[in-house]
């Protein structure tokens, strides 16, 4: 079973960068058909999708974080990475990054155990 475990990037502080990794196990992110994407839960709202990277390295962006966000990949060390730029206390939030089968939008299976970021001066 595949096993998704987020980086532990903490405090950053405002108008910084937040990267995030997410180091998978157990399977491939170049599996044909599995998407790799990054998800948020701000306290007391709901889970916000940001984007998603295929099995083959096409990105996918939320129309709403577009202009901020880039994932990557790292097929050698079977990770795939997460950038937000410019961070505001409204990026405070749980983390997780997650997989889905046949479409970056499906249902997503396996879940990293979620990382918290604050983003406070």
């Known amino acids: 079973q595949v096993q998704l475990q987020e980086s532990d990037p903490g405090l950053v502080k405002p108008s910084q960068t937040l990267s995030l990794t997410c180091t998978v196990s157990?399977?491939?992110?170049?599996?044909?058909?599995?998407?790799w994407s990054w998800i948020r839960q701000p306290p007391g709202k709901g889970l916000e999708w940001m984007g998603a990277i295929s099995y083959s390295g096409t990105t996918y962006d939320s129309p709403s974080l577009k202009s901020r966000t880039s994932i990557s990949r790292d097929t050698s060390k079977n990770q795939f990475t997460l950038q937000l730029n410019s961070v505001t206390p409204e990026d405070t939030a749980v983390y997780y990054c997650?997989?889905?089968?046949?479409?970056?939008?499906?249902?997503?299976?396996?879940w990293g155990q979620g990382t918290q970021v604050t983003v406070s001066s």
């Open positions: 997650t997989c889905s089968y046949l479409g970056h939008l499906g249902s997503f299976g396996s």
């Open positions: 157990g399977g491939s992110i170049t599996t044909n058909y599995y998407y």
